[in-house]
């Protein structure tokens, strides 16, 4: 009888620990959260939404009080400045009006989600650095900045929309967050500092926009799972390792028109094998590449040529292969006749057939270079020696 009460017992706490708990407060003077709420509100609630006016004290109150805190939606609250010694951040008594503090949830290990005030401008350095549970995120449409480390080792986060208003983002701001697969820079981000996404090893995609001009060391430092990325014709410094171990990384698009005006380390892409990669480069500027120091060692320099037909940016696997002289191009079609076509960079049709199953084509007459092929709607690429 005694083990099965005591079974009861435990059967019942565990419930109640995996409980969602919700509560909406609504604060009318800001610093009144650890107050306002009982301490078994405080020990229990999961699920927090914030409405009226919050400053440092209450970040630290949803930090160091509340224990099984997952979600906080503050978009209906507001951020009021803060003198004094008991905010989030122990390296500062200042706190800013619509600065989400510096610290906020630094190791908060149970948070998954958090909603921003639609105000905040500038999130303080550390805010989330080491929450490892953290999935979701809901920035607001008028923030301009992102401290340093913000976002470090959020392990399980994989996706986040940056707001196009943002114009700088610290460093190492999702360095360590292994799970994230893509992230577009805003374009008014100009200076992408060091380290921002170390040891990514997840990222796959990401999207530079032109008016960048500077790409930080270490900034994609072992990010091995990219292969493709474009270098705006804006940007003027490559800095130490920026690509280091990179070596996924099967193609790259420069669109500065004179390599002379990119100031690269000359260990920028280190380890990243560009020996067997592809560098596009605008048209007319090829023999500028092929004696500019780093650019010079990637396997293939190719211009650019069409504007109108533009190489994409990604290729789709498709069984197509040469022969060992590079004169036959063996092609696996699936069973249903299709068409296959061949274009040159300048998207000129060199070749268009109907084929099926495997398929065998004599492209001996074609000159050296890279060409596309596309069967069944799929594209690829093949380098013709």
């Known amino acids: 009888m005694k083990t099965i ?22 604060l009318s003077t800001q610093g009144e959260l650890s107050t306002t709420l009982t301490p ?22 949803m930090r160091d009080s509340m224990p099984i805190l997952t979600i906080v939606n503050l978009t209906g609250a507001s951020i009021t400045s803060y003198t004094g010694a008991n905010g989030p951040d122990w390296n500062t008594t200042n706190y800013e009006t619509n ?5 906020s949830f630094i190791n908060k290990s149970t948070i998954t989600t ?19 549970k ?8 008028s923030l301009t900045t992102i401290g340093d480390f913000v976002f470090n080792s959020c392990e399980k986060m994989t996706q986040i929309t940056l707001p196009t208003s943002i114009t700088s983002i610290g460093s190492d701001v999702f360095a360590d967050c292994t799970r994230l697969t893509t992230i577009t820079i805003p374009p008014l981000v100009t200076n992408l500092k060091g380290n921002l996404f170390e040891n990514n090893y997840g990222l796959q995609t990401v999207s530079l926009s032109e008016g960048l001009t500077s790409i930080g060391g ?20 490559i800095g130490s390792s920026a690509f280091w171990e990179c070596y996924g990384l099967s193609t790259v698009y420069c669109l500065a ?35 500019a120091d780093v650019w010079k060692d990637f396997g293939t320099i190719v211009e650019i040529i069409s504007t109108t037909n533009p190489i994409p940016s990604k290729f789709e696997p498709l069984n197509v292969y040469l022969n060992a002289n590079s004169q ?20 000129r049709n060199v070749l268009t057939k109907i084929v099926s199953g495997q398929s065998s084509l004599n492209i001996g007459y074609l000159n050296t270079g890279l060409y596309l092929v596309t069967v069944n709607g799929k594209t690829t690429r093949f380098m013709k020696k």
């Open 328 to 347: 036959i191009l063996n092609v696996d079609a699936g069973n249903a006749q299709t068409r296959l076509t061949i274009t040159n960079l300048s998207g």
């Open 114 to 132: 958090i909603a921003f005030p639609q105000a905040t401008t500038e999130i303080g350095e550390y805010a989330f650095s080491g929450c490892n």
């Open 40 to 61: 078994n509100e405080l020990a229990t609630i999961t699920d927090l939404s914030i409405t009226g006016l919050v400053d440092a004290r209450d970040f630290k109150t």
């Open 257 to 291: 028109t004179n390599p002379a005006n990119i100031s690269i380390s000359s260990n920028a892409f280190e380890h990243a094998e560009i020996s067997n990669s592809i560098l596009y480069v605008p048209a007319n500027t090829k023999a500028l590449y092929e004696v």
């Open 99 to 103: 600065l989400f503090p510096a610290r």
């Open 5 to 26: 009460i005591l079974l009861l017992i435990n059967v019942c706490l565990t419930t109640l620990l995996n409980a969602q708990i919700s509560k909406t407060v609504n």
């Open 218 to 237: 270490y900034l994609f430092f072992e990010c091995n799972s990219i292969s493709t990325i474009t270098i705006p014709s804006t940007v003027t410094f």
């Open 134 to 141: 953290l999935t979701q995120v809901y920035l607001n449409s």
